[in-house]
T-cell receptor, first 116, second 118 residues
Framework: NAGVTQTPKFQVLKTGQSMTLQCAQD?????MYWYRQDPGMGLRLIYY???????DKGEVPNGYNVSRLNKREFSLRLESAAPSQTSVYFC???????????????FGEGSRLTVL | AQSVTQLGSHVSVSEGALVLLRCNYS??????LFWYVQYPNQGLQLLLK??????LVKGINGFEAEFKKSETSFHLTKPSAHMSDAAEYFC????????????????FGTGTQLKVEL
């Protein structure tokens, strides 16, 4: 019953360092997402991948890049971390966004990132 | 573009009292609506969803929500609060199936923290 798995769960970076957050799902879902959660702001979409081979910007993409490695895996990269990127990052997946799907999201447990 | 507004960032109720968490949506077409719950240090878990079938939707843990088009609302209720209900609750919206404008991604509200007191 793994569902959506994120690594690492915690990370501390210095300003300017780079890192990649990994996400994998075992539900054979087509779509995957990266959100960030900040106090009082809810969840904001960073990037998403509607299907394998495609990626699109969300609401707050600046400072991030993504890679849809295969159908299971979707990674988020911070090339030069900034303190404003201190947040909790959630990966999610869904069957897809068209056809008979409702777009219900299944979430990982989150990755807590601190940038000093 | 679609959006949801959650009224009240913090709600406090006594154990056994009615829980009412408010969510109003903005959409040009009747959307799909969701309520998620987040317990401390965990990811979000689906409570219930409205996808244009019955307007009264029942979810897990005794929660339910009613879609009211005239009020553009989808408030979450539970008749009797339990200590284990203390968590953060998020309302989310997306366009209905088949609607091609504006994308099909979920947009979340800012969340309501529910506190349950003895």
């Amino acid at each position: 019953n793994a569902g959506v798995t994120q690594t690492p769960k915690f990370q501390v970076l210095k300003t300017g360092q780079s890192m990649t957050l990994q996400c994998a799902q075992d539900m054979n879902h087509n779509s995957m997402y990266w959100y960030r959660q900040d106090p009082g702001m809810g969840l904001r979409l960073i990037y998403y991948s509607a299907s394998e081979g495609t990626t699109d910007k969300g609401e707050v993409p600046n400072g991030y890049n993504v890679s849809r490695l295969n159908k299971r895996e979707f990674s988020l990269r911070l090339e030069s971390a900034a303190p404003s990127q201190t947040s909790v990052y959630f990966c999610a997946s869904s069957e897809g966004t068209g056809g008979r799907t409702t777009g219900e999201l299944f979430f990982g447990e989150g990755s807590r990132l601190t940038v000093l | 573009a679609q959006s949801v507004t959650q009224l009240g960032s913090h709600v406090s109720v006594s154990e056994g009292a009615l829980v009412l968490l408010r969510c109003n949506y903005s959409s040009s077409v009747p959307p799909y609506l969701f309520w998620y719950v987040q317990y401390p240090n965990q990811g979000l878990q689906l409570l219930l969803k409205y996808t244009s079938a019955a307007t009264l939707v029942k979810g897990i843990n005794g929660f339910e929500a009613e879609f009211k088009k005239s009020e553009t609302s989808f408030h979450l209720t539970k008749p009797s609060a339990h200590m284990s209900d203390a968590a953060e609750y998020f309302c989310a919206v997306r366009p209905p199936r088949g609607f091609t404008g504006g994308g099909n991604k979920l947009t979340f509200g800012t969340g309501t923290q529910l506190k349950v007191e003895l």
